[in-house]
């Protein structure tokens, strides 16, 4: 197919090197333009406008949030000017309540809409092993699934309303970030009580949570391995999607609420370019704890 | 081996039952004589009065509470009264404070105490599948190495003082705690935004939280399921136990905070004689969500 | 002076019928016109547009939100054709966020600008006893203070850029919000243990307490008195603001996440339309208790 | 009258003076005799045994906790041995499940018992300015007016079972440490935004918050006038209590379990022995703001 892919950071550089990879003609733009030459020596075609992009079978966009998106997309009328057929592929976290205008702007445009948020860092993008949360229409999602296939090694089909995928990637990131949240206590918990926090997380890992959550989590707070693969000032980006989706919809959240003071406290504190998972620091400090 | 057992409840009767099974001599008492006869059947003597149990090679108490281990076992004297060599194991889940109480106790006594709490329901412990948390002198573990392959799949030593292995089960199930709380405001927060929570708990157990503790209880918080395997009257109480642990350890526990209050809803909603995942019901009730 | 109003809800129409009490020569507008027509009565001139209200000395502006704002003064471009030396002020409760664009916006388009948010409600509106929270140049504050002595019994001057009069109003709203959710849960702890929550905000506002808040608000709790004075919605969005401004400023505010959750939890059980107070029935629901 | 008093910290200590100022016959008896002796000098009789200072028309008790009036009261059976016709009066913060335990072991020892704690601190009871939360028969409350009268400067009746006046109490001082943590809060938010907590505080308790609690301790916080009145640790006792409380009566109180978790934060910052007060530092360091 042909494809273009809008936005290239680390993710979306990861994304689109899987396109390539699985043989599909590739058309990348990106606002600096060095990710998008790195991709042209993978076989990428580097266009000069996001419109261009826009002229494929499909377009996937990875784009950092609601505004880039408005600007980027909506406000020069790529929807208008796009190639009959095309079908646009948001990938990246936005909020329920944009997702549901793009729905309105997409078929008021002609053109088909996929919402295709992913689970996954950059380094799990780049072996094709996302998680895809997809949701659209089934005739769309059936034509770009050799797509999806690509970049990710299951697809979750939510339902047939784009936004939907969104509701389900921030619900996944609710529960993600809130093991984090409780990992943090429960090891400041045990350090302060003598007791090895890596002993707790072997216990945990090792039994009822053997999951890659928590291995994955527990390991980068113990070594406070921080060097970020998912940045906290986004990662409270997303706690606020949740919590905007949570007052729309009508659902407190109260473990949220916890972590959004949590996150507040983090990047006042200068944490706000490490790793999400930095976070965790709260729940050292607060307890006195050494945090380095 | 020549081994009291001590409160047969559901999780005693199980753990009772494997020490039979592996072939030891089992000298059982409980309250109310009932649990006690039925072990008989499968092999137990039944013992006339709890100092009787002590007069083994090792004693394995699973009663309910500080309390009832005081009135039971130390306001009676059976510390001093045990059989030379013989060794405690403490298998409730019982206060830190407490804990540290009976080190002093045994110390005093000349009896051998081993912390040895539980993770696992009664069925798990009918299957001799629990994880042992285990916290003593390594003679005393040793020793009583055959009892605990019996009762557990895995024993997990957290350390030389026996109260290290209470924090070890407090933080454990703080965790557990915590990750139930979690699904229910997702599920919640889903629902209200029609994702069925049944697909979203697909999508978290087939990816990042493919763990037993996400699988056992999403299923249990979506059909409904709360027939006590753990009552939430006793989870109250274990979240009571985190509390004051945190606040002797200088730890604060904001999610356990939440949790409390959340227990303490659904106990005011005569909740408190179901399976404690049926706090669940709380995030859906505050969402104005249909709950049964 | 000539003065513009331009929002006349219950707020507007109270501030404008003072100013016009106070002999000024008041020029109105408003979406509905039966509100402008009101005033008309009382002395008050009825313009077309809302450009009209910017050819006088000063004018003042009482709309629900940032958007609102935007929408009616900002995009028509009202600033820029505003009659020279005009003084704005923008007495609504706007987002710090919010605040800022328009001071650069003032600047840019020459008008004069003062934030001067107020406390109170409609009923103390219509005494003229409301309190200014005001902050701008202290020139542009002494020109119009014969306005706010008109509809308000005080003045506190918060700073010299008007943007802190919102900071100060949301600190304000916050501390209010807090008080109300403390009374909610203290008459619920109450109340289920047989003492008269009547007796104890009798006992809290005769001594320690004795202070407005605690008085109004207790009396609405208990007598359910919940026509809305403030709508809860709205106050959710002044939450919402204050939790906004919170992660701008980085610092937590652990007690407006409490309450931001149990408004979400109160509209979705219907509250939305009646005074931010009912925000109280969530604390009695929880606590199962008869919330009529 | 003739009247007993027990326990002479600071509180005890201003109220047996102003017993004795009143012209009453007091004996007093205290575990350090250093604070009696000072009493002495003031027309006291310092008896030898506590037991004494139940041979009296009334005694009251000012003692720090449930375990210290079971160790000093209950234990050595002065309440069986007590001059017939004697009321006692508890006038410490006890636990509502203790003071019911007290009606019963009052009642079986045929001794009238009066619920009798305090708001105010050292200073405020040195004037006999308290505020005196009172429960019991009405008969016993009028006996004991003239002792009432003279510790306080009203006296507020809650009910005729003594415990209910535990219960006021507890709802009291929760919504007392409840405003102090609204004030950090928003002390903090203001600071943050360049607006003088100062000034944010003079607006308050200008306006909407003119009273004592507000008065008091919003000084405190921005003097950082951290000298005991109440000593921080013992306020995390208070807290514990509410919560106690919170949970057998069914009633959740999310600002306590906040509050508590910043009274552990405080704590493990070695601010157990400062005021209460102390607890805003919480707020002021999770904002990374200068703290002294």
């Known amino acids: 197919m042909d494809v273009g892919f809008i936005g290239l950071g680390g993710m979306g550089s ?46 996937l966009t990875m784009l950092a949030s609601d505004e880039v998106i408005e600007e980027l997309i909506i406000a020069p009328g790529l929807l208008k000017g796009a190639r009959p057929g095309l079908i646009h592929l948001v990938t990246a976290t936005i909020s329920v309540d944009f997702a549901k205008t793009l729905e ?22 780049a072996k094709g092993e996302l998680n895809v949360l997809a949701a659209g229409k089934p005739d769309n999602i059936a034509r770009v699934k050799p797509l999806l296939d690509a970049i990710g090694k299951a697809t979750w089909v939510v339902g047939t309303e784009p936004h939907l995928a969104n509701v389900a990637k921030l619900a996944a990131n609710f529960t993600l970030v809130s093991a984090i949240e409780t990992m943090a206590e429960a090891f400041a918990f045990c350090e302060r ?42 990662g409270l980006k997303d706690v606020r999607l949740m919590l905007a989706a949570s007052e729309k919809a009508g659902a407190p959240l109260p473990f949220a609420s916890v972590v959004r003071d949590n996150f507040v406290d983090a990047i006042a504190h200068g944490e706000g370019d490490k790793d999400w998972s930095a976070v965790s620091r709260v729940a050292f400090r607060r307890a006195n704890l050494a945090n380095d």
């Open 14 to 59: 990861a994304m689109a090197s899987r396109l390539i990879a699985a043989g599909h003609r590739v058309l990348v733009w990106n606002r600096s333009p060095a990710a998008a030459e790195k991709l042209r020596a993978e076989g990428a075609e580097v266009v000069a406008n996001p419109a261009d992009a826009f002229q494929a079978d499909a377009v």
């Open 193 to 234: 009580q003598n007791v090895a926090p890596e002993k707790i997380a072997e216990i945990l890992t090792g039994t009822l949570f053997a999951a890659p959550a928590y291995k994955t989590y527990s390991a980068a707070i113990l070594e406070r391995k921080f060097e970020a693969g998912f940045k906290l000032a986004l």
């Open 104 to 125: 309105k702007l997409h078929a008021e445009a002609g053109v088909a809409y996929v919402g295709a948020p992913v689970l996954g860092r950059p380094d799990v993008a």
